[in-house]
């Protein structure tokens, strides 16, 4: 079975987005989606060759990936935990991932149209992963 893992190109330093960075990693966790904190001193390629060397499918957040409704993203995380290979999803240092090059030919997923500070995207992302996980367990988190 494959993992989810959430990779985060630093720590948060804004205290409020921090606690809710932790409270969505502590409901998470449980359900098999791990969180990994890279160095924010790492330059975007040097952070961007980090993830490509990770074993599985990686897939970065960005405005201009595919968008998903939360019932989408749920059936994608059920379908990325069956499989035999994590999945990484990766938020960007806080200028965004290149436009060119070699990031080009990895997939990507939005959160939004609209555009977000990465440290507010990151709390948006784990939301969205517990909001699937609880649609897969069938609880009443989700009102749609």
Not at 81 to 94: C, E, R
Not at 99 to 109: D, L, Y
Request: glycine content about 8%; charged content about 25%; overall charge neutral.
């Amino acid at each position: 079975m494959g993992r989810i893992v959430v990779h985060f190109h630093g720590k948060s330093k804004d205290k409020s987005m921090s606690s809710s960075i932790q409270s969505y990693s502590e409901r998470i966790l449980p359900r098999g989606i791990k969180i990994e904190v890279h160095s924010e001193k790492l330059s975007v390629d040097d952070y961007l060759q980090q993830l490509q060397s990770k074993q599985g499918i990686l897939i970065l957040l960005d405005e201009g990936g595919k968008q998903y409704t939360s019932e989408e993203l749920a059936t994608l995380c059920k379908e990325w935990a069956l499989q035999g290979q994590d999945t990484h999803l990766a938020i960007g240092p806080f200028d965004g991932w290149p436009k060119s090059g070699k990031s080009q030919t990895i997939a990507r997923i939005s959160l939004s149209l609209m555009t977000f500070p990465h440290e507010l995207a990151s709390v948006l992302l784990l939301e969205q992963l517990y909001r699937a996980t609880e649609i897969n367990r069938g609880s009443g988190y989700h009102k749609a």
